[in-house]
């Protein structure tokens, strides 16, 4: 990062802090090749994000869903490439019958809640039952709205019946927690039947957690899983401040070292870098039911005016793929637009806002969590917009307050966590009415091609429907998106197994052991 910018964020950060206070390489195995034998024991310490939720059913932090991951299961496990993994499924077996619009799920036996339970499919369809109700206030009611009906015709088995086909159901369906039925305080007791237990929960601290003794999956050799006895999770969320906290040995393992840390690496000879490509993005988004971001021509201008390849390099460090201001990555393959990456062009940008009524300039204000790469984009952004007359000011806020408010500011900087398929971004951030669009966007095209998209089997009309999606956000879109970064995570040499995963907050602990004497 250029001198200049660095400078203004620091300002600018130490600033947030007095107003608010203190806030709280795909590689495994060694590097000769060799296999290494897993071995059981040992507690493993993890850096995670600030956490706020204990019930599966309202995560809302990054925090909240690398916890939620580690002491949960799930009726269809997302494997590291984006795609449903039978061997990890609470579901042995799954199967369509294209004509009822039904997919009919056989669970495996034997499974058990950490409290000695057994998992039947009254817990599923409780699960998915709560996920899509109103009354409960889920933020997944609208991505499950298109089920018209859960039975159980036997204690292992369950069959949703969906109103209109979904292609990507499994994926909707992967990562979602399943819920003891029985449990009377969801908020407060964790009993899960995943691989660890909750023993102590302290949201603003840490999470500690025990190996689960009765956990229902084995290794290729028929060893037991998990490795470890125990997992800590210690709350820092500053990146920095993690980044130290490994360096030193106070943790283990953390996700996403800074960009700007990443070269530091390459002298560690204690830790190790994992990265893999991903739909992680940081946004800057606008209200477009508000003045002046309701008229096109503004937005348009101030996407013109941004440079996101400079963004990418000063707030990323070039970790990552510059964005076309639409929140399909290209680690979606086929679905991606592959675009001409867009042009600054100030003269262009000014001409706009002077037809939209603002020739003499603009006055924004941008609110942002107070961590980097947020930070570091507003403060970029703001220099960037001085060239077309438009004078931002920022406001950092703690990331726990920025998620509180934001749906309702007018201008911020989000961030949004890789899904498993973009049709998600659609359903929960830009359909008219949807729980988290910030932008409070509605354009009826896009609604349209999201309901077709959602039903659409034929997978080469879903990637028309895919890319037209995205010239829509370049045309008229409320958000730009600068740049995709890559996940990353970082840990001490003797933790082993670590496997990147395209959702960055789903790293499988299940199979990771330490190599300690």
């Not at 007095?18 to 806030?23: D, H, K, M, N, P």
Request: charged letters at 30%; one cysteine or more.
């Amino acid at each position: 990062m250029s001198k200049k910018y660095s400078i203004l964020i620091a300002v600018l950060l130490l600033f947030s802090l007095l107003a608010f206070g203190c806030s709280q390489n795909d590689t495994s195995g060694n590097e000769s090749g060799e296999k290494l034998s897993p071995k059981h024991g040992g507690t493993l310490r993890i850096a995670i994000d600030t956490t706020t939720a204990l019930d599966p059913t309202f995560l809302t932090t990054s925090g909240d869903n690398q916890a939620a991951s580690m002491w949960n299961d799930y009726l269809v496990f997302c494997g590291e490439d984006g795609r449903p993994d039978p061997e990890r499924s609470l579901a042995e077996s799954w199967e369509y019958d294209e004509a009822e619009k039904a997919w009919t799920f056989k669970l495996r036996k034997g499974v058990l809640f950490h409290d000695g339970k057994e998992m039947t499919s009254r817990d599923v369809k409780f699960t998915f039952d709560r996920l899509r109700d109103p009354d409960v206030g889920a933020k997944t009611v609208d991505l499950f709205s298109n089920i018209a009906d859960i039975t159980t015709p036997d204690e292992y088995t369950v069959v949703f019946k969906l109103k209109e086909t979904n292609p990507e159901f499994l994926l909707d369906l992967a990562d979602r927690a399943i819920l003891d039925a029985d449990n009377p305080d969801l908020k407060t007791k964790a009993n899960g039947v995943g691989p660890f237990m909750v023993e102590s929960y302290n949201p603003e601290d840490r999470i500690v957690l025990k190996r689960n003794p009765n956990y229902w999956r084995k290794d290729a050799d028929g060893n037991p899983l998990p490795y470890l006895d125990g997992l800590e999770l210690i709350v820092i969320p500053d990146k920095t401040a993690a980044l130290e906290a490994l360096r030193s040995g106070q943790v283990d393992f953390m996700y996403e070292p800074p960009s700007e840390s990443l070269e530091l690496f390459e002298k560690e000879p204690d830790i190790t870098l994992y990265t893999k490509p991903s739909a992680t993005h940081y946004l800057i988004r606008m209200r477009a039911d508000v003045a002046p971001f309701n008229d096109v021509r503004v937005r348009q201008a101030l996407k013109l005016a941004t440079d996101r390849q400079e963004m990418l390099e000063a707030a990323f460090d070039n970790f990552g793929v510059v964005g076309l201001d639409t929140p399909v990555s290209p680690a979606y393959g086929d679905y991606y637009l592959d675009a001409p990456e867009p042009k600054r062009d100030v003269e262009k940008a000014k001409q706009l806002l002077a037809e939209a009524g603002y020739a003499d300039g603009l006055k924004l204000t941008i609110y942002s969590p107070e961590i980097r790469p947020n930070s570091a984009i507003a403060v970029i952004w703001k220099e960037q917009m001085k060239d077309i007359g438009v004078d931002v000011d920022i406001q950092l806020v703690p990331s726990d307050i920025y998620y509180v408010n934001w749906l309702d500011y007018e201008l911020g900087v989000t961030d949004w966590g890789s899904r498993t398929h973009p049709g998600v971004f659609l359903q929960q951030a830009y359909v008219s009415g949807a729980r988290w669009n910030e932008t409070h966007w509605s354009d009826s095209e896009l609604d349209d091609l999201a309901a077709k998209i959602a039903t659409e089997m034929d997978f080469d009309k879903r990637v028309e429907m895919y890319h037209r999606v995205q010239e829509i956000f370049m045309e008229r879109g409320p958000i730009i998106v600068p740049a995709f970064k890559h996940s990353a995570w970082a840990a001490s040499n003797d933790v082993k197994g670590v496997k990147p995963h395209i959702v960055e907050t789903a790293v499988d602990f299940r199979s990771v052991y330490l190599e300690r004497e």
